[in-house]
């Protein structure tokens, strides 16, 4: 490693991140237009047009009747964005913890509920807000004070949890914490099922859902782009405080090797608990958007959810906060693509393939690289 | 132990209880024969009589022996995946609801063909077979962590897939009226009002079950799955497959499962999606864990007394409450109403803390096996002198604690997946 001067790492970095940027971009803009194809050919279809139903009548037709179909894709991109973010929070979690103790947290997707019960808690029962609030100020008031609410408790059950159930099984066979976590799953479960009931629970959808932005025929969802965008922000957060901070460097040492990093001083039950806090903060905020965009919660949300973002962190690789991030995209666009073209009770199935075919051809994930036994 | 048991009873002199140990290691399957003959006798006799009697009449508790049977069948087999070879199989149901269908399509006027029973156990069970190598095929040559997801994974879709290809399966409705299996000599009829046939049937099924798979966990293939759950690594080394060897481990559990969707297919005559959702393969877990991974014998006994308790217990439970009419407390702010309380929804919740508590405290069950015991507890065996290791405590907590000798021994017993082993 040759030394670099700090302007020329500033320059590499911020090249490093256009590219990311203009990657993402490109991959939005694909997934558009492979939408707007795919709407238009499936419309194609059902109206049993068979001149022009085949498929290179649809994907080289370009007119009025596909710019309705191109405005309406444009509209579900951006919903991809916001689901696949809310996807993104929860992988974090998983892919941190699976990082640092290579423990599959079955218990996280469960965190991520309680997350959105408590949302439901903070805006419908104690501030009895259930209506959209139009002031903008107030509105962002309300949205910060869910999120100052949620993210620390659910963070701290994460640690409770760690610290209770995960840290004395830490070296036991490893089947033991695996088992203990699908416990732990069950407990959360069981227990908001007790307090909140079986049935769906409406949170509060403050965030008015009517305000869009008309774009060329389309309505664009402002709450979608809103949660996209707050997202985005823990996302960077997150990168700034793992890659940057003296905490976020004993985090890596100690995924890296443990032994090695608690050789070095590093702080091994702390970094730890400090995982499990970021993660459940994380899952929190997830939790939150979740409520404000679908306006539902369920006690058993966090198993469904919990193993799609699951199956988002193994497809990004797991272990690499990048690509935990990336997966959950790419589950939010191909949930987001199904329910589109009228399958979205397939979107389980869709899932549940993409790993079995991630596990089979690459199963360090696209951004994880290959290590011996871990894969 | 029989080598020991042999020295003393040349020695002369053996206890009877020795004699009985000293025949049960020599001759298993006929041990397992007589054991199973009197569980059996019992299971007819004892709810006829008090305290049994008093709690339901004969032929629930015959129906609920023929149910708790199915568990026991169900626990059996996945203890070869999770017990016996160190495999986390959490969608263990899946397999179970792909027997179940396969008997309905085989016996119900939906598909309009009439297959006989017995051979259809064996035809629905090579078909759960069949999906278990199909999925453990690309999976196993993994790290178990990605085999525990994928499998939840395949045990949440399986009953989605059911339930949305519903020109092939009637979607929620389910098939119904599947046909009960034909009358068998000396057994009789099978039918609702009667379940003692299918209690019956279902001993006969446990019993080859349990002869067979404590013939193979004896056998080389048994072996070598218990060297895969010690250390796959080592166990790869010494020359085993583990591949092959895991894929047979987890079909042979699919198989199990097969035979009991069959027969539970049979049994309640209607089979539908919301019968093998993730809490049916939860309840088996629970069991295999309670019971004590990988002693044959401890599983069964562990699902059979699970399942009583949470389908008779609970229930009687909620009569017994109701019968009561307790009063509702009500102080201020403090609402208590026992008759609200449905004791049955509960189960999920102690299940949950069983695990967990059991995990902590007693990873090798309510009735562990000898080897079993002493391999998750080798720490504390290696951990040295009890001033270092509090003796009072019994779990692994303790054990793995403050001496860093300890740590790395467990640290080397715990398999290639162990921390710092694969970094």
Do not use: C
Not at chain 1, 96 to 104: D, N
Not at chain 1, 128 to 148: C, K, T, W, Y
Not at chain 2, 352 to 377: K, T
Not at chain 2, 392 to 414: H, Q, R, S, Y
């Amino acid at each position: 490693m040759t030394a670099t001067s700090p302007a020329v790492a500033a320059s590499n970095s911020l090249t490093r991140g256009l590219r990311v940027i203009g990657l993402a971009v490109g991959a939005i803009l694909i997934y558009l237009l492979v939408l707007w194809r795919a709407l238009e050919f499936a419309s194609e279809l059902t109206a049993g047009n068979t001149m022009q139903g085949s498929l290179i009548a649809a994907l080289t037709r370009f007119d009025d009747v596909g710019n309705a179909y191109l405005a309406q894709a444009l509209q579900q991109t951006v919903n991809a964005l916001s689901i696949g973010a809310i996807y993104a929070l929860i992988a974090l979690g998983y892919t941190m913890v699976y990082g640092i103790i290579e423990l599959i947290n079955f218990a996280h997707g469960d965190i991520f509920m309680i997350g959105a019960m408590l949302a439901v808690v903070f805006l419908g029962g104690l501030l009895h807000q259930q209506e959209a609030v139009n002031n903008i100020p107030i509105l962002i008031a309300l949205i910060l004070g869910a999120l100052v609410f949620a993210m620390p408790i659910v963070g701290l059950i994460n640690v409770f949890i760690e610290r209770t159930v995960y840290r004395p099984l830490r070296n036991a066979p490893r089947l033991a914490p695996l088992i203990t976590a699908v416990g732990v799953s069950f407990i959360l479960q069981n227990i908001v099922l007790t307090i909140a009931g079986s049935g769906d629970r409406a949170s509060p959808q403050i965030f008015p859902l009517d305000a869009q932005i008309p774009f060329g025929g389309a309505e664009i969802s402002i709450l979608s782009i809103f949660i996209f965008a707050l997202s985005l922000g823990l996302m960077l957060g997150l990168q700034n405080f793992v890659g940057r901070s003296r905490m976020g460097r004993a985090m890596r040492a100690t995924a890296q090797d443990q032994s090695a990093a608690s050789l070095m001083g590093v702080d091994l039950n702390q970094t730890i608990a400090l995982t499990f806090l970021l993660g459940g903060m994380l899952a929190g905020a997830a939790g939150v958007a979740w409520g404000l965009r679908f306006g539902f919660v369920r006690f058993d949300l966090g198993f469904n959810s919990g193993l799609k973002a699951f199956t988002a962190a193994v497809l990004g690789g797991i272990g690499n906060i990048s690509g935990a991030v990336l997966g959950g995209f790419i589950i939010g666009f191909i949930e987001n693509f199904a329910s589109s073209l009228g399958f979205s009770r397939w979107s389980e199935f869709l899932v549940f393939m993409v790993l079995t075919f991630v596990l089979i051809f690459k199963p360090s994930g696209i951004l994880g690289q290959l290590t011996g036994d871990r894969a | 132990m029989s080598a020991l048991a042999a020295i003393r009873g040349q020695r002369g002199g053996m206890s009877p209880r020795a004699q009985i140990r000293d025949f049960a290691d020599q001759h298993r399957s006929a041990t397992i024969l007589i054991s199973m003959s009197i569980v059996g006798v019992l299971m007819s006799l004892l709810p006829q009589v008090w305290p049994l009697a008093g709690v339901q009449n004969k032929e629930p508790w015959f129906d609920a022996f023929a149910n708790a049977g199915i568990y026991v069948l169900l626990a059996m087999g996945l203890n070869v995946v999770i017990g016996l070879t160190g495999l986390l199989d959490l969608g263990y149901a899946a397999f179970f609801a792909i027997g179940s269908y396969a008997y309905a399509y085989s016996n119900s006027p939906f598909s309009g063909v009439d297959l006989p029973f017995l051979p259809m156990l064996v035809v629905g069970a090579a078909i759960a077979a069949v999906f278990g190598i199909a999925l453990g095929a690309p999976t196993l040559r993994l790290r178990g962590d990605y085999l525990a997801i994928m499998t939840l994974g395949f045990g949440e879709i399986v009953p989605i897939v059911f339930l949305n290809l519903d020109t092939w399966t009637q979607g929620t409705n389910g098939i119904s009226g599947i046909f009960r299996p034909e009358p068998l000599p000396l057994i009789g009829e099978f039918t609702a009002v009667t379940p003692y046939a299918y209690m019956v049937v279902m001993l006969f099924i446990v019993t080859i079950a349990m002869a067979l798979l404590y013939r193979l966990q004896d056998s080389r293939v048994g072996r070598a799955w218990n060297a895969i759950r010690e250390d796959e690594l080592a166990a790869a080394a010494n020359g085993i497959n583990t591949v092959t060897t895991k894929l047979l481990a987890f079909a042979l559990g699919a198989t199990t499962a097969g035979l009991a969707g069959v027969f539970s297919a049979s049994k309640l005559t209607i089979v539908g999606p919301d019968q093998f959702y993730f809490q049916v393969s939860f309840t088996i877990l629970a069991m295999v864990i309670l019971g004590g991974m990988g002693n044959i014998w401890g599983v069964a006994a562990g699902a059979f007394v699970v399942y009583l308790l949470q389908s008779v217990l609970l229930k009687q439970l909620n009569s017994f409450k109701e019968a009561l009419h307790l009063p509702a407390l009500d102080l201020g702010p403090v609402h208590f109403d026992i008759n609200a309380i449905n004791f049955t929804d509960y189960s999920f919740l102690l299940f949950g803390f069983a695990l967990v508590l059991m995990m902590l405290f007693r990873p090798e069950g309510l009735f562990p096996s000898q080897r079993r015991r002493r391999e998750l507890h080798i720490g504390e065996e290696l951990a040295g002198p009890a001033d270092i290791v509090p003796v009072e405590d019994p779990g692994i907590v303790g054990a793995l604690g403050e001496t860093p000798g300890a740590e790395e021994l467990t640290g080397e017993d715990a398999g290639p997946g162990a921390p710092g082993h694969d970094r």
